[in-house]
């Protein structure tokens, strides 16, 4: 594994409920640009998609986004990104954003978020990739996922070298010192 500049992050085009998701989100946007590490992301504007990148710009660092054309109105897709990729369709913006990242972290989200953290665990498990995978588990957001993956290793749905595919962590800065060591 080469060193880890270009981080792809999963997150919600939803901001939630309670204001800590975003105010994580911004911190892990400033941490990021302050350590010289590239958004590759979902290209949004809107949700903590566009909470991210607007911290990561705003710090001076590089923010790729990467959205189907279906979806650059419906998203509305940032303006002010390093670069813009636009693609045919969410598998294609799936293998770009992929194609593109050393590493993945996961944000609170909703069900695209979801899909898109599961595929990078698979691809991982089925060794497609080695990339690290990290998930941040903001205000107890994310406790049900790991009970989730404990009840499929102890029902023999999961072997145990398996259970190591992502680590998560409750602070921005853990997860990226973490995630680069």
Known sequence: MGKIVNICVFCGSSV?????????TRVLGELMAGQ?????????????????????????????????????????????LTELHIVENMHERKAKMHDLSDAFIVLPGGIGTMEEFFE????????????????L?????YDSIEQFFESMLVSGFLRPKHS???FVETDSKRLLDRLIA
């Not at 809107?46 to 705003?58: N, Q, Y």
């Not at 923010?63 to 109105?73: F, M, S, Y």
């Not at 665990?121 to 995978?133: E, M, N």
């Not at 588990?137 to 957001?141: A, C, R, T, Y």
Request: proline share 4%.
């Open 16 to 24: 939630g409920e309670d204001p800590i998701f975003a105010q994580a």
């Open 36 to 80: 010289g590490l590239n958004l590759v992301y979902g290209a949004g504007n809107i949700g903590l998609m566009g909470v991210l990148a607007d911290a990561v710009l705003g710090g001076g660092g590089d923010a790729i986004g990467v959205i189907p054309e279906k979806l650059v109105e419906r998203e509305l897709a940032h303006q002010g």
């Open 120 to 135: 990078a665990v698979t691809w991982r498990q089925l060794d497609y990739h080695c990339k690290p995978i990290a998930m």
């Open 137 to 141: 588990n903001v205000g107890g957001f």
């Open 164 to 166: 190591e595919l992502f």
